[in-house]
């Protein structure tokens, strides 16, 4: 099933009939509110490390094949991390919570490596020296998209808790 109606403060008309019982009730949802320009964040990532790394990888995969790599990966899970965010139903919330952690180790990893070792990353990636490339979007952006998931579903419980009490 899935979870696209308003948060309870986006709801208008529809939150006064359901409060007096007269509507079903209404789900906070990942990608309404805030959580829209979370996905268009999300989007526009995956947009960008998307042609970085097919570029990368059809032009110059022989000057740096583990950074250009790591730049298809980080795609794919922007990717992934847009359209559970976007969706909002319980499974694909799931998949975009896995995904952002991912994401958040990858960055905090490949960052490290790439500050230490230097050597290993002699072409940039999306999380290089922790997204410094991307203005430190990808480090923030999965902290961001968490604390986000962490409160929908909060706001959740608490709407199926009033919804049950009734």
């Known amino acids: 099933m899935s979870e696209t109606t308003p948060t ?19 789900r906070p949802h990942t990608g309404h509110g805030f959580g829209r320009l ?5 989007g526009l990532l995956a947009l960008a490390a998307t042609g970085r790394s097919i570029l990368q990888i059809t032009e110059y995969f022989d000057r740096a094949p583990v950074p250009f790599l ?35 180790v990858g960055v905090l990893v490949v960052g490290t490596w ?15 020296h922790f997204g410094a490339g ?17 409160r929908t579903a909060r706001a959740t419980a608490a709407t199926e808790a009033a919804t049950t009490r009734r």
Not at 8 to 19: H, I, M, N
Request: net charge negative; no cysteine; proline share 4%.
């Open 114 to 128: 790439s500050v230490v070792d230097k050597a290993a990353f002699p072409e940039k990636t999306v999380w290089s």
């Open 38 to 42: 979370l996905v268009a964040v999300y």
């Open 70 to 104: 790591l730049s298809a990966v980080a795609a794919l899970i922007y990717l992934v991390a847009t359209i559970g965010l976007a969706r909002g139903d319980r499974t694909s919330v799931r998949l975009a919570t896995v995904a952002l952690s991912i994401e958040l």
């Open 134 to 150: 991307y203005g430190y979007v990808p480090l923030l952006l999965p902290i961001v998209g968490l604390w986000w998931i962490r």
């Open 8 to 26: 309870p403060d986006d709801r208008g008309a529809a939150g006064a009939a359901d409060a007096a019982g007269g509507a079903e009730a209404v």
